[in-house]
């Protein structure tokens, strides 16, 4: 395994676990916030598949705890830098204060700083593509 | 951003980047080897060609949609253009990647805040 890259990110949302978990298994409560078009079958080996126009997300469901956490594998079909399954998305919802603190993290990024132009490209071009693959759905 | 416009230098340079745009300029692997090419020196749309099997015309469509992209400046040198990497560019790509989970949480407290409407005062 080489080093990996992380991101991680955070929000605070009034409302409960309960009510934001779904979010994350339900394809129509899915869409209102990532992609246009979703289709996952939240089991563990179930399949993750969210569509922004013309690129896609792919990859399937790691492991459910409902309303506390979610892993789900996260790629994009032909990518070379980022096939299908290829990082992983680990999500956390934590009670605080009546809300919940929903934490991400995604994993196995390819590692940034490398002194190689050639790894530093892949690298770089790697996490594009999961951006692009997310989809900058503006407006 | 107030900032003046880039100098005439990159005259082919588009005054503001989109986002989109330099997405889809590096969604074709040529680009990609042609950026990585011009990454640390400019060179002439002749020598970037000779680096591939594919026509110069075709190599000169992928130069203008980088440069249209703002991924690219050109600058003349007497009879020939030269061609470089934009980092501006690469830092703005960088930027929407490493807003792209914090940009979707914002979306989804949004989506469940407005599906769940919870008043100030709580209800007894």
């Given at each position: 395994?080489?080093?990996?890259?992380?991101?991680?990110?955070?929000?605070?949302?009034?409302?409960?676990?309960?009510?934001?978990?779904?979010?994350?298994?339900?394809?129509?409560?899915?869409?209102?916030?990532?992609?246009?078009?979703?289709?996952?079958?939240?089991?563990?080996?179930?399949?993750?598949?969210?569509?922004?126009?013309?690129?896609?997300?792919?990859?399937?469901?790691?492991?459910?705890?409902?309303?506390?956490?979610?892993?789900?594998?996260?790629?994009?079909?032909?990518?070379?830098?980022?096939?299908?399954?290829?990082?992983?998305?680990?999500?956390?919802?934590?009670?605080?204060?009546?809300?919940?603190?929903?934490?991400?993290?995604?994993?196995?990024?390819?590692?940034?700083?490398?002194?190689?132009?050639e790894?530093?490209?892949?690298?770089?071009?790697?996490?594009l593509?999961?951006?692009?693959?997310?989809?900058?759905?503006?407006? | 951003?107030?900032?003046?416009?880039?100098?005439?230098?990159?005259?082919?340079?588009?005054?503001?980047?989109?986002?989109?745009?330099?997405?889809?300029?590096?969604?074709?692997?040529?680009?990609?080897?042609?950026?990585?090419?011009?990454?640390?020196?400019?060179?002439?749309?002749g020598q970037i060609?000779?680096?591939?099997?594919?026509?110069?015309?075709?190599?000169?469509?992928?130069?203008?949609?980088?440069?249209?992209?703002?991924?690219?400046?050109?600058?003349?040198?007497?009879?020939?253009?030269?061609y470089?990497?934009?980092?501006?560019?690469?830092?703005?790509?960088?930027?929407?990647?490493?807003?792209?989970?914090?940009?979707?949480?914002?979306?989804?407290?949004?989506?469940v805040?407005?599906?769940?409407?919870?008043?100030?005062?709580?209800?007894?």
């Amino acid at each position: 395994m080489t080093t990996t890259g992380e991101l991680v990110a955070a929000v605070h949302i009034d409302a409960p676990p309960e009510t934001v978990f779904p979010y994350f298994t339900d394809a129509e409560l899915m869409v209102r916030w990532l992609g246009t078009t979703a289709k996952l079958d939240p089991t563990p080996g179930g399949v993750f598949a969210v569509d922004v126009g013309d690129s896609s997300a792919r990859g399937t469901y790691v492991s459910l705890d409902p309303v506390h956490s979610v892993a789900f594998t996260w790629g994009m079909p032909g990518s070379d830098t980022l096939p299908p399954g290829g990082t992983t998305v680990e999500v956390t919802f934590t009670p605080v204060d009546g809300g919940t603190l929903v934490t991400l993290i995604h994993r196995g990024l390819p590692a940034e700083h490398r002194r190689s132009h050639e790894e530093g490209w892949r690298t770089f071009l790697g996490k594009l593509t999961a951006a692009a693959v997310g989809g900058r759905s503006a407006s | 951003m107030p900032e003046p416009a880039e100098k005439a230098v990159s005259a082919a340079a588009p005054e503001a980047l989109s986002a989109d745009a330099v997405f889809k300029a590096l969604a074709d692997p040529h680009r990609r080897q042609i950026l990585h090419l011009v990454q640390l020196s400019a060179l002439p749309a002749g020598q970037i060609a000779a680096q591939f099997e594919i026509t110069q015309q075709a190599v000169s469509l992928h130069l203008t949609v980088l440069k249209k992209a703002g991924l690219l400046t050109e600058r003349r040198d007497g009879s020939r253009r030269l061609y470089q990497l934009r980092p501006e560019a690469l830092r703005l790509a960088r930027a929407v990647l490493d807003e792209f989970w914090p940009d979707a949480l914002a979306r989804l407290k949004q989506a469940v805040e407005a599906d769940h409407p919870r008043g100030d005062d709580p209800q007894p």
